[in-house]
């Protein structure tokens, strides 16, 4: 071992210089995170987001950025609080408070009480300011935050053999659901020696497996719309094709049955994913012709396309609910129903397409384009 004065004359360890070098670049980095936060807030403010193919800011920087919605959601939060907490805006410049920290913090922080939060977070780990954080917005829980904080998980009793699950749900969904339950557990038959009261939990718990059952995750072939649209011959005049006209092209004056009046282009969303009837009537609405049209991919062809495609194709989205096989040539545009015509998309980005005026090229090689109203193509991530 070294002696004191033997440790006196030992030279500064070569990798003080190295940390000190880590702190100035964590320093800068701490800056720039600050002007991040600070665009957030401003393209939130602004709705910059909308021309990109999003449905909200959170949305646009998980998609553009590669994060998680949660983080997104969080950073958006803590760019808006930081307007009014400018100390804690400067630790995180200067690098004394991290992201992590500072984002917590962001939750519960009040410009009285940042000054003494600040000096507690600098000595406590990034976990114990998100603790603090959840406890102080669990006792301020708005009826907001009750809707963000929705929640079902379930799980096997393995000695049981037995299945269990329990949701958190605002009060108005939880009635939409105990409505569906109990209309649901009216219809399902009671066994024999069960009670036959609609609301015994027996009955409930059969009814739930019923809905779930007729569910369109229960079907191989998934559950699309039927649609029967009406059409007057009138607007069909010189249609070389009026049955494929009538739910494309030239949908104008076509209407639900059983709803008002759409926009075409709304038609055409449908039809990507409906079963259409068309009919076709006189001005009296004397019908002239029916007929039944297919459009929609056949069963092995939608598992092929869950299966390549995964999930919604739109860059950066990759959301696997509620997704929808699209025409990239439109159908009644006379785009063919074949796997090299047909990609998997969500149905917001779906609505894009047909409603906002987004389009779609495929190259020979499969490699996608998403082109932006008026036809400029988009560019996802960040800029070069």
Same mark, same amino acid.
């Given at each position: 071992m070294f002696a004191p004065a033997q440790l006196r004359s030992v030279p500064d360890n070569p990798d003080d210089d190295l940390i000190a070098r880590i702190d100035v670049v964590h320093a800068r980095v701490g800056a720039a995170e600050r002007e991040l936060l600070e665009l957030i807030a401003l393209v939130d403010a602004t709705d910059s987001w909308e021309r990109h193919g999003a449905r909200d800011?959170?949305?646009?920087l998980a998609m553009?950025?590669?994060?998680?919605?949660?983080?997104a959601q969080r950073w958006i939060r803590a760019a808006h609080a930081l307007e009014d907490l400018p100390r804690t805006a400067a630790a995180l410049a200067t690098g004394r408070l991290g992201m992590d920290k500072v984002v917590e913090l962001c939750r519960f922080a009040t410009p009285r009480t940042e000054v003494k939060l600040i000096r507690w977070a600098t000595r406590v780990a990034a976990w114990a300011v998100r603790c603090r954080a959840d406890r102080e917005r669990a006792v301020e829980q708005t009826v907001r935050e009750n809707h963000t904080a929705r929640s079902l998980i379930w799980w096997y009793e393995q000695q049981e053999g037995t299945f269990a699950l329990s949701a958190h749900l605002p009060a108005d969904q939880g009635a939409v659901v105990v409505e569906a339950i109990e209309t649901m557990a009216g219809r399902v038959p009671a066994l024999p020696g069960e009670d036959h009261d609609p609301t015994a939990p027996e009955r409930c718990a059969d009814a739930l497996v019923a809905l779930c059952s007729s569910s369109p995750a229960s079907e191989p072939d998934p559950v699309r719309a039927?649609?029967?649209?009406?059409?007057?011959?009138?607007?069909?005049?010189?249609? /070389?094709?009026?049955?494929? !006209?009538?739910a494309g092209e030239r949908a104008a004056g076509g209407e639900v049955e059983g709803g008002p009046v759409l926009h075409p282009?709304?038609? /055409?969303?449908?039809?990507? !994913?409906a079963r259409i009837q068309t009919v076709i009537e006189d001005r009296a609405g004397e019908v002239l012709a029916v007929r039944a049209m297919s459009r929609e991919p056949t069963t092995w062809m939608l598992r092929q396309l869950q299966w390549r495609d995964k999930g919604c194709r739109f860059p950066g989205c990759g959301a696997r609910a509620f997704t929808q096989a699209h025409h990239?040539?439109?159908w009644s545009r006379g785009g063919a129903t074949e796997l090299s015509n047909l990609l998997l998309i969500c149905f917001f980005h779906h609505r894009l397409v047909h409603e906002q005026g987004w389009s779609i090229r495929r190259a020979p090689d499969g490699e996608l384009t998403w082109l932006r109203p008026g036809g400029a193509t988009y560019r996802a991530g960040p800029a070069p």
């Open positions: 800011t959170a949305h646009w553009r950025y590669g994060i998680s919605t949660w983080k039927n649609m029967v649209v009406h059409v007057r011959a009138d607007d069909l005049v010189g249609s /070389r094709d009026p049955i494929r !006209d009538a282009e709304t038609v /055409r969303r449908l039809a990507c !994913d990239i040539v439109f």
